[in-house]
């Protein structure tokens, strides 16, 4: 069992910057690749972006490439996610997600889930 808190979202204005952390207990963080997803009101849950167990491979969603950033420290278990210039439609829950799988490549991939954050983004 991998028990999964979300925190550092909030209210920011357009061209602001966050960063999320995600604090993972439980069995052994490194054995699980982690990944962040974002919710909006009456959308679809949506892949935001995908770090490998040991670091080293890294995806993003298009609409957050080249301004969002995905990291891990294994050593205090805990996965971020920085995010810069962001637009009011970066607005949703975030939420991190722990896989088994060395290449989840869907929502249901995922085996754990946090609560969420919430992040808003006023224009």
């Known amino acids: 069992q991998v028990q999964l808190v979300e925190s550092g979202g909030g209210l920011v204005q357009a061209g602001g910057s966050l960063r999320l952390s995600c604090a993972a207990s439980?069995?052994?963080?490194?054995?699980?690749?982690m990944a962040w997803f974002r919710q909006a009101p009456g959308k679809e849950r949506e892949f935001v972006a995908r770090?490998?167990?040991?670091?080293?491979?890294?995806y993003y969603a298009d609409s957050v490439k080249d301004r969002f950033t995905i990291s891990r420290d294994n050593t205090k278990n805990t996965v971020y996610l920085q995010m810069n210039s962001l637009k009011p439609e970066d607005t949703a829950g975030y939420y991190c997600?722990?896989?088994?799988?060395?290449?989840?490549?869907?929502?249901?991939?995922?085996?754990?889930w946090g609560q969420g954050t919430q992040v808003t983004v006023s224009s």
């Open positions: 997600a722990a896989s088994r799988l060395l290449v989840p490549d869907t929502t249901r991939s995922y085996d754990y």
């Open positions: 770090i490998s167990r040991s670091g080293a491979s890294i």
């Open positions: 439980g069995r052994i963080f490194s054995s699980y690749v």
